[in-house]
């Protein structure tokens, strides 16, 4: 499953402008969960489950959870996916 949701954060994350200074927009955890594709893909797991995926995509580098208040934020990291 974590190949799928990194191909969904990379297009949920996709810039608007592509000549933004950014090179990816963030999403907050709770805009995630709620996500379409997300719901249907991991109806039958739980939360937990869920975070366990994020956090394998964080250890590989392919994801930065940022903190922000009021919840983290998820951001994609490019250099990773380079080196793969």
Known sequence: ???SLLD?????TEPIDPF????SRKIEYSALRRAPYVTRV???VT????YRELTRLAETGFIK???HEPEP???IDF???GRY
Request: aromatic share 14%.
């Open 8 to 12: 969904f954060l990379l297009h949920e």
């Open 73 to 75: 934020t998820i951001e």
């Open 1 to 3: 499953m974590s190949q």
């Open 42 to 44: 991991y109806r039958n």
């Open 65 to 67: 959870f940022l903190v």
């Open 20 to 23: 933004a200074e950014e090179p």
């Open 79 to 81: 250099g990773a996916i």
């Open 47 to 50: 939360a937990r489950t869920f």
